[in-house]
């Protein structure tokens, strides 16, 4: 886990850094190219003053004093500091403004003129925060250099404020990294401590992130693991204990086998395959029901719930009653869960066969099967459907395992359905299985 937080966290702090540098390496470029252009452009000005001054100054032949006079009158037009020299290099007029600007450190900008004479403009000391350039002379010109910030002394500035934004961002990066990997330590620990047999622990779901729901799934698996197991658990406990009965039945009735009478023998065997057959049961229905607790998947498809109940209680003589509904599920599933119902109800009942109707029930089908026997109490309704329960002072004439209406409810849940014990009005229990219709 280790190795995941820092391999997280080297992956954001490597892309913050491949961002820090390629920001500054298109900033600097954007700006290399702002100056270019805006050298470009100063240039082209400046070879259009030096046409200007062509034209509107007096020839070479005019007095010093004419052409010092065009050139203050021109100054004061453009809001230039200016001097003008001759073929031969010598100052024939000079502003006054180009004479303090000198003197203050200035630093004049050559501009030749077609008949040998050159123009002087006076370039002022460049301000602090100013970038090279030409400046404004004497007010603004639409060709300056925009300034550039205080921090950017040839780059270095950028170059900084990129790394303090880079170890700001990395130092912010790591306690959000590392709260994810952490939470991720505590779900392997929940997987560890739940791998290591304690089924009842479940991890923090915080938040909601896909890190929180893996967490909530965890949960979840592991409580449906610890119901499967707990089931499990119970299920092959209570089968042993059921399996004592009839295979010491058996044993007693093969050590008395040798000293039975021939004429005792058939009584004998009519036992023991009785208690194969109820073996056989006990063996089916502990399968069926490990087999439905692990949740399958059923082969749906639509099913004659009227017709199926009237096939199974053909054997018994029941009556069967109702409308014909179409419910989807596994047929053979549902013919169990019918045939449990059917024999359940002759188990406690022998003398009067039981009543099987079908019915709508809102958008479900219910099939409810009625017997006359004792009945159930109230506080006994739910408990039947436990496995391997069965009603007190029942079991000695009864039989059966306790199995039977488990499964019933264990396979209605698994259709979407629901199966509930009521009290007849003329005395007995309706059996109801409740199930969506098609």
Request: net charge positive.
């Amino acid at each position: 886990m280790k190795t995941l937080y820092l391999r997280i966290y080297l992956t954001v702090v490597a892309a913050l850094l491949l961002f820090a540098l390629l920001s500054g390496w298109l900033f600097q470029r954007n700006i290399d190219r702002v100056r270019a252009l805006d050298r470009a452009a100063w240039s082209e000005r400046l070879a259009g003053w030096a046409e200007l001054a062509q034209e509107v100054l007096p020839p070479p032949t005019a007095t010093p004093a004419q052409q010092a006079e065009a050139l203050q009158e021109w100054s004061q037009r453009l809001r230039l500091p200016l001097a003008l020299d001759d073929a031969a290099g010598q100052r024939l007029a000079v502003t006054p403004a180009y004479e303090r600007g000198m003197e203050a450190g200035g630093r004049g900008i050559r501009l030749p003129l077609a008949d040998g004479r050159t123009l002087w403009v006076l370039r002022a000391p460049r301000p602090e925060g100013r970038a090279p350039g030409v400046p404004p002379m004497g007010g603004r010109h639409p060709a300056a250099v925009p300034h550039e910030p205080p921090w950017w002394p040839g780059g270095g500035g950028l170059l900084a404020m990129l790394l303090v934004l880079f170890a700001a961002v990395a130092a912010g990066a790591y306690p959000v990294v590392r709260r994810l990997t952490r939470r991720l330590e505590a779900l392997r620990q929940g997987v560890e401590a739940f791998g290591d047999g304690q089924l009842g622990y479940r991890v923090a779901v915080d938040g909601r992130d896909e890190v929180a729901a893996l967490a909530a799934s965890f949960n979840r698996a592991a409580e449906r693991i610890e119901s499967l197991v707990r089931s499990h658990q119970s299920l092959l406990a209570n089968a042993s204990h059921e399996l004592r009965s009839p295979l010491a039945r058996l044993r007693l009735a093969l050590s008395l086998w040798d000293t039975d009478a021939p004429e005792a023998r058939a009584a004998r065997r009519q036992e023991i395959e009785r208690n194969i057959r109820e073996l056989d049961a006990l063996v089916d229905e502990v399968l069926l029901a490990s087999r439905l607790d692990a949740a399958p998947a059923l082969q749906r498809a639509p099913v004659d719930l009227l017709g199926l109940a009237a096939e199974e209680a053909a054997a018994l003589g029941a009556d069967v009653s109702g409308e014909a509904l179409l419910v989807p599920g596994d047929e053979r599933l549902l013919r169990r869960a019918v045939r449990n119902l059917l024999d359940n109800a002759r188990r406690y009942a022998p003398e009067q066969p039981p009543s099987v109707q079908v019915a709508r029930a809102g958008d479900a089908a219910e099939l409810r099967v009625c017997d006359r026997g004792p009945g159930v109490p109230p506080q006994q309704r739910e408990r039947i459907f436990e496995p391997f329960y069965r009603l007190p002072g029942h079991a000695e004439y009864a039989g059966g395992v306790g199995l039977g209406l488990s499964l019933v409810r264990q396979i209605a849940r698994l259709h979407g359905g629901e199966a509930r014990c009521e009290p007849h009005p003329g005395g007995g229990s309706c059996f109801v299985l409740r199930l969506p219709r098609a």
